[in-house]
């Protein structure tokens, strides 16, 4: 059974940083690319970025393109990815998933939410302007 636990959501001011982690265990995780969503209230889950299983991968939507860094530790049956976001912006507000591909060593369609098996929770970010 795969778990995903994400934390370091709060509330702050427009243009600071604010550091996201994903805590994934269960099964050999190291092995299975893993993405960062968010959900905006009255809005679809949309793509954040997403990292290979070796972290020699990443692809980045464009809103958050130059501001945003996804990475990852791999450990033997855990594996914690993290989202770096910067010059963060009021229309970053949301609930940020972190989601884990339904296949290992997979390199696909990461940005499409049907890629991915496991989702966590979420932690709300919310940025005043």
């Known amino acids: 059974q795969v778990q995903l636990v994400e934390s370091g959501g709060g509330l702050v001011q427009a243009g600071v940083s604010l550091r996201l982690s994903c805590a994934a265990s269960?099964?050999?995780?190291?092995?299975?690319?893993m993405g960062w969503f968010r959900q905006a209230p009255g809005k679809e889950r949309e793509f954040v970025a997403a990292?290979?299983?070796?972290?020699?991968?990443?692809?980045?939507a464009d809103s958050v393109k130059g501001r945003f860094t996804i990475s990852r530790a791999n450990a033997w049956n855990t594996v914690t990815i993290y989202l770096q976001m910067d010059s963060l912006k009021p229309e970053d507000t949301a609930i940020y998933y972190c989601?884990?591909?339904?296949?290992?060593?997979?390199?696909?369609?990461?940005?499409?939410?049907?890629?991915?098996?496991?989702w966590g929770q979420g932690t709300q970010v919310t940025v005043s302007s």
């Open positions: 989601a884990v591909d339904r296949q290992p060593t997979h390199w696909g369609r990461v940005g499409q939410p049907d890629y991915y098996g496991y």
């Open positions: 269960g099964r050999a995780l190291s092995n299975y690319a």
């Open positions: 990292i290979s299983w070796g972290g020699g991968s990443t692809v980045y």
